[in-house]
Each structure stands twice: as C-alpha cells, then as structure tokens.
C-alpha cells in the first residue's frame, strides 16, 4: 500500500532571491489545445481547483497567449494566491511567435501583463540563448524590466554550464526552467548541479513525459492530428514501443506502491530536492486530482533504487 504523508501542500523555497512557492506547480501547456481540444470554462476551473487545492505556482512557459487570458480570469479574484511564471515568445504579440531581440523582451511582457491582467509577474523566464544577440544583452533588458517594477524575478531556459553561470553573472536568476522527468534525467548533468551552486530554483517542466508516464499513451495513433507530440521523436512508433518496455517496469513498482504510475513519477520528482518544483499540465480536472495527491506519497529508499534501476541516468 502508498505510504501518505499529510495533505498540505508544502511551501518550498525556489531559489535563494526569496521566491516561495509550492512544492508542486500547475503547468498550463494543455491549455493551450497542444494535446487536445480546450474547453475555456474547464481551463478556468482547473486553474480554480488547483489553487483550492494549495498550488501557488501556475506555469505558463509553455504556454500561450489565449492560455494567459483564461489563467488572468481565474486568478482576477485570488491574485495573491498565485505565482505566475510566464515567458516571452510563446505568446503571440504584434504577429509574431518569437523573441529574437532583447528589445522584444519589454513588448512582450506588456502583452503578457496585459492578458493576465496584472501589474507585475512572479517569474519572467528568459531565453538568452534564443536571441541574436549575447546572452549579456538579453540579461540586461531583463533586469531593465525588472528594475522598473514589472517582473519581480528572472528566470532562464535553453542553457547548461558555463551558459547558465554566463546568464547569472549579468543579471542574478532566481530559477532555471528545464524538462525533467523520471524519463528524461538528463538536467542532472549540468543544469541541476549549476543551478545549485549558484542558488536557482528548478521549474522542472514536463514532468509526467508529455503524458507518457501516466501510462494512457501506448501508440502514436491516439495522438489527434495537432497534437504537438506527433512531432516529438519520443513519441514514434519505434521509441514508444521500446520505452513501453521500461514503462511497464515502472508500473510494477507503482502497483506495488498501490498508486498510478503518473502519482508515482511525479512522487520521485518531489524526492530529488526541496529546489525542485514539478509542474505538470492538464487540462482535466479528474487528472489534476491525481496530480494533487501525489504531493503526498512518501517513497521509501528501496522504491527509489528500485525506479533509478528503471531509468538510469543515461550516458550521451
């Protein structure tokens, strides 16, 4: 049977520059229609359910404009009980899909600001490594942003090592945006170690393997014709039917734990260190209670060999 710790959320903090967040986040990716058709109403009530449920950080990274517009409704009433991470370039301003310049960063953000109907955001997670320019610069304009009062943090993605340690010397990062997963380890080779010499909290994005680790994703052919994955080499017919191997392993493990296999990936994120926020993303309320529960599962130490046997971090 799952050993349960008790139901409050935990507060945790991300990073050493003062941001408190939950333990557990929710991500918005899928509500942006990018694994399935998007009922705004049903958007709006999971955003409303997992903050009743003690989620502060909503994570719209992934995410899109008309994502930013459902999550500023839901939270207009509770402002101060969320912590929104947003980033420049997935939202859609001025028709374009990108951030190419420093520059771009403040119309951004103003657009972000202004879908969500806010004065200032939580966690503003830059690309530097997306721009033309040095990763100084868009550091810089960041903190100009900053400094003016219109994101209380910095966070980064897309960079490892000496590109992260780079970003950080310009302007201080609070925390680091990185897809981690039971599945894909591979932000403990360079991203976690840096991000915790320097102090950065982890947002660990994709955190249920877009879905493959909840187990419901044996084929490509339940994918629907825009789902983002279909373009996702993972998801091929090939790799999917080699994975599904290791997947089945790892269902023996949550069968022995008496849990679902999404609580028990997500479960093992929670382990890997108070600096780690997972945030995973639907778009269903019945999954989101699953999500919620798994804040806490306790998993002893052989269950954690037994999982890193599974999937090991693997050599590149």
């Not at 403040?106 to 600001?113: E, I, N, Q, T, V």
């Not at 023996?252 to 995973?280: C, E, F, K, N, S």
């Amino acid at each position: 049977m799952e050993r349960v710790a008790g139901g409050v959320m935990r507060r945790v903090n991300l990073g050493g520059q003062g941001l408190v967040s939950t333990s557990l986040g929710l991500g918005c990716t899928a509500l942006t229609g990018a694994y399935g058709p998007v009922d705004p109403d049903e958007a709006i009530r999971v955003v409303l359910r997992a903050l009743d449920g003690g989620v502060s950080l909503i994570d719209l990274i992934d995410a899109d404009g008309e994502a930013e517009r459902l999550v500023g409704k839901a939270v207009a009433h509770r402002p101060d009980e969320a912590l929104i991470a947003t980033a420049p370039g997935t939202a859609r301003w001025e028709g374009r899909g990108c951030v190419s310049r420093p520059e771009d960063l403040g119309r951004a953000c103003d657009a972000s600001l202004a879908r969500l109907g806010l004065e200032r955001i939580d966690l503003f997670v830059v690309d530097p490594g997306a721009t033309v320019a040095p990763i100084e610069e868009t550091m810089g304009a960041a903190g100009r942003l900053q400094d003016a009062g219109k994101i209380a943090h910095i966070g980064v993605r897309g960079l490892d090592g000496d590109l992260l340690r780079r970003a950080h010397a310009a302007r201080p990062v609070a925390a680091v945006a990185v897809e981690y997963s039971l599945w894909q380890r591979r932000a403990e080779r360079e991203v976690l170690p840096v991000a915790r010499e320097l102090g950065m909290g982890v947002v660990a994005g994709r955190p249920l393997g877009r879905g493959f680790l909840t187990g419901r994703i044996t084929s490509p052919v339940q994918l629907g014709p825009g789902d983002v994955r279909r373009t996702d080499p993972r998801f091929s017919p090939e790799s999917l039917e080699a994975e599904l191997l290791r997947l089945r392993d790892a269902q023996g493990v949550a069968a022995d734990m008496d849990v679902g296999i999404g609580r028990l990936a997500i479960a093992w994120l929670l382990t890997r260190g108070d600096d780690i926020v997972p945030v995973p993303s639907t778009r269903d309320l019945v999954h989101l209670e699953m999500n919620l529960t798994a804040a806490g599962i306790l998993l002893p130490e052989p269950v954690k060999a037994r999982l890193a046997g599974t999937y090991p971090l693997r050599e590149e």
